[in-house]
T-cell receptor, first 114, second 111 residues
């Protein structure tokens, strides 16, 4: 399986808990992007990472949200003290190092906050 | 600030029709434009990528054109089928490497 893998597919959390979303990029891809799709809205960029580096986090809320892409293992999007407004589909995409290559998306994690 | 608009927002047609979906963007300084398909509850499937120096790309019954100077792209679907029913998204990539998405066109093709 050479696709972008996200897990879990569905995640339910109560308000105040932490949510951890994982993304394994396609084989050979070193760039990872996270996007959020709120209900009835388009996809919005959150953060762009390369191995061990955050390149652009301009779309990520300043508080409670963090992302990492360690040297070994998947990229993690972490949301602390979740609130109802965090309910959304979170998509990860990856691309190779070469410029202007298409981004390939995973199936997303659907986060529901009770 | 780049803004991407797609019209129509929704489209319902009988199968067999040829379709045109429109995408416009406000800043012509793009690196490429990508068309995606999203099925309900699923991720995005990349359909076509057009580099800024290209005018069009074709894949099977799909043809995408790009007019960068006027900030427009169209996705042409020939001989539509019920299996084409999905939301179609266009996204532009700027020099910061992130994709900026339109809100999509929901297409329904009925038998």
């Amino acid at each position: 399986n050479a696709g972008v893998m996200q897990n879990p597919r569905h995640l339910v959390r109560r308000r105040g808990q932490e949510a951890r979303l994982r993304c394994s990029p396609m084989k050979g891809h070193s760039h990872v992007y996270w996007y959020r799709q709120l209900p009835e809205e388009g996809l919005k960029f959150m953060v762009y990472l390369q191995k061990e580096n955050i390149i652009d986090e301009s779309g990520m809320p300043k508080e409670r949200f963090s992302a990492e892409f360690p040297k070994e293992g998947p990229s993690i999007l972490r949301i602390q003290q979740v609130v109802r407004g965090d309910s959304a589909a979170y998509f990860c995409a990856s691309s190779p190092e070469q410029a202007n290559q298409p981004q390939h998306f995973g199936d997303g994690t659907r986060l529901s906050i009770l | 600030k780049q803004e991407v608009t797609q019209i129509p927002a929704a489209l319902s047609v009988p199968e067999g029709e040829n379709l045109v979906l429109n995408c416009s963007f406000t800043d012509s300084a793009i690196y490429n434009l990508q068309w995606f398909r999203q099925d309900p509850g699923k991720g995005l499937t990349s359909l076509l990528l057009i580099q800024s120096s290209q005018r069009e790309q074709t894949s099977g019954r799909l043809n995408a054109s790009l007019d960068k100077s006027s900030g427009r792209s169209t996705l042409y679907i020939a001989a539509s089928q019920p299996g084409d029913s999905a939301t179609y998204l266009c996204a532009v990539k700027d020099n910061t490497d992130k994709l900026i998405f339109g809100t999509g066109t929901r297409l329904q093709v009925f038998p």
